[in-house]
């Protein structure tokens, strides 16, 4: 019983630690990605890079995420790792609810 216990917190911890690691991304990408080929090229190259966990290109907005562990890679690397592949990458911070054109409309009233 008492093996099992700490089997149990130790996977427990493994997976907090884990967690805890994990990190997530969004860029945009000049030129940007406009067709499969580019979603293909993108994938193909970054997911070598060391810590790349998820790329996710998305068509629609034109931007790519990328989940990434903390301990290994950083956002600098990563755009690194886009200019290898004549790609010219920036971090696009999320909106913050009060920037929103909604919200300001709504504040101002």
């Known amino acids: ?4 216990f700490l089997l149990t917190f130790a996977l427990f ?5 884990q967690a805890q690691t994990k990190k997530e991304v ?8 406009e067709c499969q080929s580019c979603v293909k090229k993108i994938k193909d190259n970054l997911r070598f890079e060391k810590g790349v966990k998820a790329i996710n ?3 629609n907005t034109k931007l790519v995420t990328i ?3 903390s301990e290994k890679t950083n956002p600098e690397n990563l755009i690194k790792a886009f200019a290898k592949i004549n790609y010219k990458a920036a971090v696009v ?7 929103k054109p909604d919200n300001k409309d709504k504040q101002e009233k």
Do not use: G, R
Request: charged residues 35%.
């Open 1 to 4: 019983m008492k093996k099992l």
């Open 57 to 59: 290109p998305d068509l």
């Open 13 to 17: 911890l493994a997976v907090l630690t």
């Open 93 to 99: 911070e999320p909106k913050k609810e009060a920037e």
């Open 26 to 33: 969004v860029f945009s990408t000049e030129p940007e990605i």
């Open 67 to 69: 989940q990434y562990d």
